[in-house]
């Protein structure tokens, strides 16, 4: 099987070599239609923006509450009536302890829910381009989102996967790829599916395999050797 990206082209036969280009000191396989990857210093700033807020949210917080306390001492050392005073500051400390309260969960909520679309829904919408077959993408991203969920790690909001029965797993997301890949329910959508019985291995069998290779276009070329084997693929008339 071809290999994606490689540092040198010596050892491939001339036929070979003209599915590489050379891109930034490495000879990339030349796939159409393979989805680019984004810059992702926009998302990484804007996930540090709203973790920014929720500290600003905690920190506004705290300094009410110590706001709160300093003036209650403050009132009870210049009242004789200590008592009725530290029930007054007591109540009106409740109260705004419970409007902060109300705000920081709310703002948490609005934050988490943010977040979870800059990862999780990020994440699940590439999953699923690259896995499916045009037009199928939207059809294949729920299941795949219901997979994932995004915990804080070393102060990070990281993307994990999950299991079936929406527990953690320790599955890596090239592994939720797989997963997707060979279950059959999901055949009919995922481009290339060994499941299905379709993808590269229908290509192959179809025109694919009358063309001469100077005829085939990129992902014919891969698609057959998927398939097939490079053997075969040098076997084809040039």
């Given at each position: 099987m071809l290999k994606f990206q490689l540092d040198s082209l010596d050892g491939l036969d001339d036929?070979?070599?003209?599915l590489y280009t050379e891109k930034d000191g490495k000879f990339v396989l030349g796939i159409e239609g393979l989805p680019q990857q984004e810059d992702v210093t926009g998302l990484k700033a804007k996930v540090d923006e709203l973790l920014g807020e929720k500290k600003a949210a905690e920190k506004a917080r705290k300094e009410a509450e110590e706001t709160a306390r300093l003036e209650r001492e403050e009132a009870a050392r210049k009242s004789g009536n200590v008592e009725e005073l530290e029930k007054s500051w007591s109540e009106k400390y409740a109260r705004r302890e419970a409007e902060l309260t109300g705000q920081l969960e709310s703002t948490n909520s609005t934050l988490q829910g943010q977040i979870r679309d800059l990862t999780v829904g990020r994440t699940a919408t590439e999953i699923a381009t690259t896995l499916a077959i045009p037009g199928s993408a939207k059809a294949l991203l729920p299941h795949i989102e219901r997979r994932l969920s995004v915990e804080q790690r070393d102060g990070k909001p990281t993307v994990v996967v999950l299991d079936v029965s929406g527990k953690l797993s320790a599955a890596t997301l090239d592994e939720l790829k797989a997963e997707f890949t060979n279950d059959p329910a999901f055949g009919p959508l995922?481009?290339?599916?060994?499941?299905?019985?379709?993808?590269?291995?229908?290509?192959?069998?179809?025109?694919?395999?009358?063309?001469?290779?100077?005829?085939?276009?990129s992902v014919q070329k891969r698609e057959f050797i998927d398939a097939h084997g490079q053997d075969a693929y040098l076997k084809l008339p040039k």
């Open positions: 036929s070979t070599k003209t995922i481009a290339g599916s060994k499941a299905s019985g379709g993808g590269a291995g229908g290509a192959g069998k179809g025109g694919g395999a009358a063309l001469k290779r100077s005829e085939m276009s």
